[in-house]
């Protein structure tokens, strides 16, 4: 399936997005590229670490609502879009941390309504979790301790970006695997695009090292360079140039240029990839440099 | 290149000497990126080539080269034993209390030694920060929970703004009350160490850096800390230590931009 009619029959105005990947790794940039371009309204964003997808996402104007750990770049910065939104009260946000984001993806896996945690305990964060409804003091029943009672997240549909996938939707991620699979398995419905699509059957021999099954999988998109300039592991590393230059922008207040010149100025990313990198030269660099750290 | 004749460390370098000296051989060690991290391999190169990292994005026992940006830059990942998952570092070793030592960052710690990275009030309106992540986890779990800061007086209110991850919440026996596990605490500055445990409840200035005074403390501090009658004063770190930082550690100074643009 192209990403134009995995987003246009799976993504809707109103849906609640999970987002993959983390900081500046294998984010679903281009999934994310083609939301823009379609322009869903009034999505609600949600993901452990939110990074350059959500700040795309912001910057476009789709976005009213945000549940995530932490919305960052790390040592590239905050997201900028986002704060400035969040500054403005143009969008909601419900904090979490991360285990208590990932924990709220498990109950939904699991497919049970909540699940406990003992972190969040004494702090700002599980008062405002609870005026939200997602978090409720509780106790042990067989200990007798305080707990915290997460309640279950189902996003309606989520995009993740892996290194292989087959056509059925079997996908394997090399590296860490942040908070995706959980996620993926609360999902109604789930799009997962590939650095590459590979036969049927080809997982057959390993099948234990599928990280993801079919069974979860909505559709299945074939993507080189996906989730550039984030990276992939094993296959390239992220750009530090690319990366940074977002953030200039973004911080002096012109991701929407950004966005104006890079994808709803292309028609899809391989376009986005042929201008940026004309002669394939710097997707070459970050390959050979991943090479080089593994 | 030339090289100073005498090796002067940065303020936040002396952070991260004293950081290391926190962990002790065998410790297992959740780092995030920054002067934790360097705090972590500085430890393992010199007197703790025991201690074991982990990595909130999933990696686990990483032999780390230089100089991750993320939790999820290769250079972070390299070697590593096991590159998992969030839930399996944050849930089944941290919140499974396997975890000895802690680092976390943080816009604001207060005199019970809350710490808040979600957002500061500032001109009558609020600033954004990136919000927990990891943070309330590690602060929530580990035994020992150390923070690197710079001594600013914004940094060190009475109150937090917004409490991400839990000190002693509300003073002595606080963590108990909430339902939290005992915890002792420490916060490295360019100035000084102060520290806590559930007992004390609050924190208490007991080392001071060299050169810096105990008024010089409490000019920079929203409140007033228990001071130590007789408060240890820290030994300077060793050239070999610094050359150590500046050489192999992070020889392109990523994380150290006051040194870049001196050098420039």
Known sequence: MTATDAV??????????????????????????????????????VGCNLSLPLDLLVAAGLVVH?????????????????????????????DHSHLAMASRFLAGALGVPFLPTRSLLGSTLLDELIAAGVARRGTDPFGGDPV????????????????????????VINGPTSHE???????????????????????????????????YVSAVVEQPYGAYPTSVYRAYDYSDDDVAEYQRLARAGR???????????????????????PDGSVRAGLHEQMGRLI | MTTAPTLAAVAREILVFEGARQIRDGDCVIVGTGLPLLAGLLAQRTHAPNARLIIESGVIFPQVIPTPMSVVDPRIMHNASRLGS???????????????????????????????????ARDGGRVRLPGSGGANDIASHCRQLVVLT?????????????????????GPGGRRRAGLPPVHIKIITELAVLEGDDESGRLALTALMPGATVDDV?????????????????????????????????????YFPELRSSNE
């Open chain 2, 86 to 120: 969030l839930i399996e570092v944050l849930g089944g070793l941290v919140q499974r209390g396997m975890v000895d030592t802690g680092f976390i960052g943080g816009a604001q710690v207060d005199e019970f030694a809350n710490i808040n990275s979600t957002w500061v």
């Open chain 2, 150 to 170: 710079t001594h600013e007086r914004r940094r060190f209110p009475a109150r937090c703004d917004y409490v991400t991850s839990p000190g002693f919440v509300d």
């Open chain 1, 255 to 277: 991701a929407a240029d950004w966005l104006a010149q890079h994808v709803t100025g292309t028609a899809d990313f391989d376009e986005f990839l042929r201008r940026r990198d």
């Open chain 1, 66 to 94: 945000t549940e995530q750990g932490s919305g960052n770049l790390e040592r590239y910065g905050v997201l900028f879009s986002w704060r400035r939104a969040l500054e403005r009260s143009e969008l909601t946000t419900t």
């Open chain 1, 181 to 215: 699979v959980d996620m993926v398995r609360a999902s109604d419905s789930v799009i997962v695009s590939a650095e590459q699509v590979v036969p049927p059957g080809t997982f057959d021999p390993a099948p234990e090292q599928v990280t993801i099954s079919a069974a």
């Open chain 1, 8 to 45: 246009r029959h799976f993504v809707r105005s109103g849906s609640v997005v999970g987002i993959g990947g983390q900081n500046i790794n294998r984010c679903p940039m281009a999934l994310v590229h083609e939301v823009v371009r379609q322009a869903p309204s009034e999505l609600s964003v």
């Open chain 2, 218 to 254: 409490l000019a920079n501090t929203g409140f007033e800390p228990f001071i130590a009658d007789d408060p240890e004063v820290l030994e300077v770190p060793s050239g070999y230590e610094l050359a150590l930082l500046r050489n192999e550690l992070d020889p392109d100074a990523r």
């Open chain 1, 148 to 171: 915290v009672l997460l309640r279950a997240l189902r996003p309606d549909v989520s995009l993740i970006h892996v290194s292989r996938a087959d056509p059925d939707g079997n996908a």
